[in-house]
């Protein structure tokens, strides 16, 4: 598809030798603020670097960095206190870092059997909630503390890439496996509510719509975006297609109802807008690795974030997400 | 060693085994950048990766920084208030698991 918008964006860069980024997350307190997880070697041997960085006009400036001993997968902000953030390692590990605290993690658990590859926290008013998920198929959720766990789920039969808080459903978390199938899970009743067999291979990524409580999407080794209804999940709404390779993450626009970014190993980032007859907005490709990390910025409209295993974080304004470049198809 | 899914792994594309350091970099790197298929095979093979870097980090156990700002609301959270109750829940699942196993349940903690 021929992209009608001229990308002739800004595009701030960040440079990690020998890093592969793996997550990004904008702070939710600090809108110019960014975390990036990243590994040596590509997280298969060596140690783990996680990077705090700041926006300034036309770059990004490195706040903060500490060295973990294993490779880094995730890492969430914190919702309640600006300084902090969790991570999870490629030794089984969480740990609990803090921007003020210059040297080492204010907590490590260590729980987990094997790789922690996804980590949350929840946004949802009124609980401070941490959930992790590992590559030894379970789930834990966590407060703060993090020491010891509340609760372990187990249900799913393959290595977990995805947990993610509903920001909306108190206590409610979407997962994604290597099993190939979509779990939605309460805590309080420590049960998997739903289990979809949403596609016929990995589920690398999942995410809700932060505008109908009950829609939440999926990204596969098979290439495709699913978007889902809870309430009816025989088929998905709406599949994408177009990535030529694994959808490693996605994320749903915090500014529209449909839209939504994915990153994928074939070396992009697209936007799509799941409500019109041709949902592919653009294909953004600025990047000469594997796509792992994605992130909105939640309070500077239609800014993105990604990083990959070129070793660099990019922030950029892509132009088919400015206001009034897009609307819903009728 | 730490195994990638191997459907991952498949779907590589080709430019890994020739991939090169740009010039761009302003820091020395540790050691020669090794690609992927070569730092895997050498796990795969048992043998030591060049330049890993070994850390050992204990965690401080302090407590955190005391926080000085307001948790800013999301922007779909001034575009309509939402229900603090689960009602959302219910719409979509009413009881445990129903299309697929559930085995093993686990608690530490009630």
Known sequence: MVSLYVTMMTVKVFRSPARHGYAVEVSPYIPSRVACAASQYYGIAGCGTLLVLDQTETGLTLVRSWEWSDGLFDVAWSEANEHILVAGGGDGSLQLWDTANHSAPLRVAKEHTQEVYTVDWSQTRGESLIVSGSWDQTVKVWDPALSPSLTTLRGHEGVIYSTIWSPHIPGCFASASGDGTLRIWDVKGAACRLAIPAHKAEILSCDWCKYDQNVVATGSVDCTVCVWDLRNIRQPVNQLLGHTYAIRRLKFSPFDKTVLASCSYDFTVRFWDYSRQQPLLDTVEHHSEFVCGLDFNLHIPNQVVDCSWDETVKVYTPACLSVGAHSAAP | ?110
């Open chain 2, 1 to 110: 060693m730490r195994g990638c899914p191997v459907e991952q792994l498949d779907q590589t594309a080709s430019s890994h085994s020739d991939s090169e350091l740009t010039a761009e970099t302003s820091e020395p790197t540790e050691t020669k950048q090794l690609s992927f298929a070569e730092v895997m095979q050498l796990v795969q093979e048992g043998k030591e990766v060049p330049g890993v870097t070994k850390v050992d980090i204990e965690p401080s156990n302090q407590n955190p920084t005391p926080s000085t700002m307001e948790r800013m609301l999301k922007p779909w959270e001034t575009a309509s208030p939402s229900p603090e109750s689960d009602p959302g829940l219910s719409a979509f699942a009413s009881g445990p698991c129903c299309s697929r196993q559930c085995s093993v349940w686990g608690n530490q903690k009630s």
